[in-house]
């Protein structure tokens, strides 16, 4: 893969990863105001198990959030990366997108037990270590 290919791959990239992170922060913002709507029952001190699942509603709401907050900024600095080729830009988007590999990979382990959707592990790893190349290859054909 030349430069500008990877120029390429990096900006389409960027530019799906910004669509899912968006997507994900309104799922998340979602999750929280049906959790703070549960929470806010006039009842829930009458139940523990409804307190306790509305709390893990809230949390696993709270944990997607910081997700898409890093999707959003991994998904910008993709762009950018693509667009202005540079070498520090292009070694940050190939450390987040190790980063966000690392996670999603240690997300799909943990939650194997209840079953996973094998395609969207396949196509979540095949993207980001399609970045980590074209950010590498941007990287060596770098000026400064």
Do not use: H
């Not at 999707?71 to 080729?85: M, P, T």
């Not at 037990?113 to 396949?122: F, K, L, M, R, Y």
């Not at 993207?127 to 290859?137: F, K, M, S, T």
């Amino acid at each position: 893969m030349n430069s500008e290919t990877s120029k390429k791959v990096l900006r389409i990239a960027g530019i799906l990863t910004i669509i899912s992170a968006v997507l994900t922060l309104l799922f998340s913002i979602a999750g929280l105001a049906a959790g703070g709507a549960a929470a806010s029952n006039p009842g829930i001190e009458a139940d523990p198990e409804f307190q306790q699942n509305v709390g893990l509603a809230i949390a696993g709401s709270i944990i997607l959030l910081l997700a898409a907050a890093l999707g959003l900024v991994e998904g910008i600095v993709c762009y950018r990366a693509g667009k202005n080729g540079r070498k520090r830009t292009a070694t940050v988007a190939m450390f987040l997108a190790v980063l966000s590999t690392i996670m999603y990979i240690a997300n799909q382990l943990r939650s194997a037990p209840q079953g996973t959707n094998i395609i969207s592990v396949i196509i979540n790893v095949a993207l980001n270590v399609l970045v980590i190349y074209a950010a590498y290859v941007v990287r060596q054909n770098a000026e400064g």
